[in-house]
């Protein structure tokens, strides 16, 4: 259980780097940014939620930011 919970994390941080790449990029774009604001807000509680469990249980530091 433990390892499958360090392989979501590490999605969830995939996740996390390509929507704030999406950002960066379409920043320009009002649907974009909004959009990718709230996928952000989701993986916040996905990471939370997994992330900080994997951390507790002694995995992968989560990234911050």
Known sequence: MEGRLKEIAE???SI??????LL???S???AVKRN???VLATV???ELEVCDV???????????G
Do not use: Q
């Open 28 to 30: 320009e774009m009002e």
């Open 36 to 38: 990718v604001k709230r």
């Open 11 to 13: 999605g969830i941080r």
């Open 24 to 26: 960066e990029k379409g």
């Open 54 to 64: 994997v951390e507790v249980l002694g995995g992968s530091k989560r990234e911050n």
């Open 16 to 21: 996390k780097r390509l929507a704030e790449g």
């Open 44 to 46: 916040r509680i996905l």
